[in-house]
């Protein structure tokens, strides 16, 4: 059980969550050195502390650097998930290396489950979408995605990012102008008639349109509407300014 805190170790501890929560990533020793106006020493014995005392644990390892991870407790308000970082985005919104280890952080998620998250790090920018080099794209493989969302789906060998736009009216009826907001009511829509999902790689305008008509080439695709069984995981938030 956590023992009680004095005003200047409860201090320490607001620091680094207030800091986890805005910037999805632990701070470094300096960061918080920097903001208590004190040496580093000084913090790494403040940490060991509360590391003594049951509220954090703290190391470095060689994938993530140093590192501070808060305890999780029953009842607490700060649920922290620890989210290893599975793939790296280059600049066509392809998955590349996945899935492999290739990190970690710590990040306050509400409404998923732990163990079905996953980030994607961007090695590439992709301007049209707005994501920079270091930008951290996180995922539920829980989820289906919905309209206007990103997902990764698995394109022959390939894993890519893609952005749905609608859904079919069923797995029958495919045209775009067919296209049914979310959802269908129930006693309009055949369950047994699946509906599929309208969709278009991520990067896609017109400086990547010849890559992607390449890429259905290669890998024999038909970019058309396609199931969501096929969908391997949804994004459901972008980290920036991540330690990596």
């Known amino acids: 059980m956590p023992h009680a805190l004095t005003k200047r170790q409860r201090e320490y501890l607001d620091f680094i969550k207030s800091f986890i929560r805005d ?3 632990s701070p470094r020793l300096g960061q918080i050195a920097k903001h208590f106006k004190v040496k580093p020493p000084s913090v790494h014995k403040m940490l060991e502390v509360l590391q ?8 470095r390892d060689s994938t993530s ?17 620890e989210i290893v970082i599975a793939g790296k985005l280059n600049q066509y919104g392809e998955v590349v290396e996945f899935p492999k280890k290739h990190g970690h952080f710590a990040s306050l998620i509400k409404g998923s489950k732990p163990e079905e998250l996953f980030g994607i790090v961007a090695i590439e920018e992709i ?5 920079l080099i270091g930008d951290l794209i996180i995922f539920d493989y829980g989820m ?4 206007n969302e990103v ?6 060998e390939r894993w890519l990012l893609i952005r749905v736009v609608s859904k079919t009216f069923d797995k029958l009826i495919r045209s775009d102008v067919m296209a049914s907001d979310y959802p269908i009511p129930e006693d309009l829509r055949n369950v047994e008639r699946e509906q599929l999902l309208n969709w278009h790689p991520f990067a896609f305008d017109e400086s990547t349109e010849k890559y992607f ?13 396609i199931p969501s069984v096929v969908v391997a995981a949804t994004a459901i938030r972008l980290s920036r300014q991540l330690a990596f």
Do not use: D, H, W
Not at 144 to 147: A, D, G, L, T
């Open 52 to 59: 003594r005392k049951g509220y954090l644990y703290f190391g």
């Open 144 to 147: 289906k995605p919905k309209q």
């Open 23 to 25: 910037n999805e990533s």
């Open 65 to 81: 650097g140093f590192f501070i991870r808060l305890v999780e407790r029953a009842g607490s308000a700060e649920a922290v998930t």
């Open 127 to 131: 301007p049209n979408c707005g994501i």
């Open 213 to 225: 008509l390449k890429l259905a080439e290669v890998e024999e695709i038909r970019m058309g509407p």
């Open 151 to 156: 997902a990764l789906i698995a394109i022959g």
